[in-house]
């Protein structure tokens, strides 16, 4: 079946800064630093990459960044800044899309990284037309967390969402649209949903917290975040064989440089950055 191509825009929500031996679990700092460079609090730099999916009919929003319900000390802590990357609601209107004719809001999963901007700062809701879409696992994870994950989950960033109502939650792999379906991984947190995207004779993967940066392409590059961190190796592994096998390109949330890029083997057989992807970013598209 000749499916037709999407228009799939970058939409970014400024950067932030996370800890780099945090980012990077048990890898040494002197290896990891080389590729991230960490600031002077040991952050290295993030991006808090969302995607905007338009086929015609739907305008489908994937996660929607850190939003705005931060105090000055929460942002100086998180390092958050729109200055250089504007914020998500302003990358949105720099492509001419109304927050209101978002028709579905989907998170990868309930962390404040990837679903902080559903909530206005007045407490009302950021994509009030949209339905929007989870993982029932991970919601009854953000219900009632781990202490180890407690702090990812904020009540604040659901506020307002109502199940049956305005949100919808999905259980096991998922579909939303013919050229948009979603994969289960559950190494990072239960029940998380990674997007695959098919358009234009390419399949694309959005990594979230799978593969969050193209340095974690490297399979023992895990974060320290991670629940089950051996579940998140073994996840990578079929993911990126999958990948390379099939020449898909993977998208990465928290890359700072690159949209994604497809997968190629070195010497050894690990697997490295093949052919960047650029998405295009604000204002422009690819499909
Ligand atoms: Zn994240």
């Known amino acids: 079946m000749q499916l037709e191509s999407l228009q799939i825009d970058v939409v970014e929500d400024g950067r932030f800064g996370l ?3 945090a980012m990077f679990g048990i890898i040494p700092r002197p ?8 600031d002077e609090a040991n952050r290295i730099e993030m991006a808090l990459r969302c995607l905007l999916i338009r086929d015609g009919q739907r305008c489908i929003l994937i996660d929607n960044g850190m939003g ?5 000390r929460q942002r100086g802590q998180f390092a958050l800044d729109r200055t250089r990357v504007p914020c998500l609601l302003d990358n949105l209107e720099r492509l001419g899309v109304d927050r209101r004719d978002i028709t579905d809001m989907v998170f990868t999963h309930f962390h404040f990284d990837h679903n902080g901007g559903t909530v206005m700062p007045d407490g009302s809701l950021a994509f009030p037309g949209a339905m929007h879409h989870g993982s029932k696992v991970n919601y009854d994870l953000a219900l009632s967390p781990s202490a180890k994950d407690a702090g990812s989950f904020r009540p604040e960033d659901r506020a307002g969402l109502v199940i049956g109502e305005n949100l919808t939650l999905h259980e096991g792999p998922w579909r939303l649209t013919p050229q948009l379906d979603f994969i289960v991984s559950d190494g990072h947190t239960l029940g998380m949903h990674l997007p695959r995207i098919v358009s234009g004779g390419e399949t694309m993967v959005f990594c979230a917290d799978l593969v969050p940066t193209s340095s974690h392409l490297h399979l023992p590059w895990v974060m320290g975040y991670d629940c089950m961190p051996v579940r998140t190796i073994e996840e990578k592994t079929d993911l990126l064989a999958q990948a390379y096998d099939h020449n898909w390109i993977l998208l990465f949330e928290h890359d700072p440089e690159i949209d994604g890029c497809r ?3 070195d010497e050894r057989g690990r697997y490295r950055r093949g052919e960047v992807i650029d998405l295009g970013g604000i204002g422009r598209s690819w499909g």
């Open 19 to 21: 800890d780099g031996g």
């Open 31 to 38: 290896l990891w630093s080389r590729s991230d460079p960490p």
């Open 68 to 72: 705005e319900q931060w105090n000055d």
């Open 263 to 265: 997968v190629v083997k």
